[in-house]
């Protein structure tokens, strides 16, 4: 059994329309409530990539955010891929 408190990160790949729909400001602040660090930015082929680092609680947390995302956002795919913790301390739109 994984111990929820323990420092997680996760790298996310989200296809479907989400840009132009407040993907990174929504989850920029959805992070910094959450307490989880990384970065978001758009991708030249319209999906939006995303790193989660912080407690395996909170980066699961905005990992089902993201298969929805805000209002607007239609995600038709999710990539998903788990990383060795890389010590990120704040959360930035890239």
């Not at 989200?14 to 840009?19: A, E, F, N, S």
Request: aromatic share 6%; net charge positive; glycine share 10%.
């Amino acid at each position: 059994m994984t111990d929820r408190s323990q420092r997680a990160r996760r790298r996310v790949i989200v296809h479907g329309r989400v840009q132009g729909v407040f993907f990174r400001d929504t989850a920029r602040r959805l992070a910094r409530q959450l307490g989880v660090a990384g970065w978001i930015r758009n991708r030249p082929d319209g999906a939006v990539e995303a790193v989660f680092e912080g407690t395996a609680d909170a980066v699961d947390r905005m990992t089902d955010w993201v298969r929805q995302g805000p209002r607007g956002a239609r995600v038709d795919e999710l990539e998903i891929v788990d990383e060795p913790p890389a010590g990120d301390m704040d959360f930035r739109v890239q």
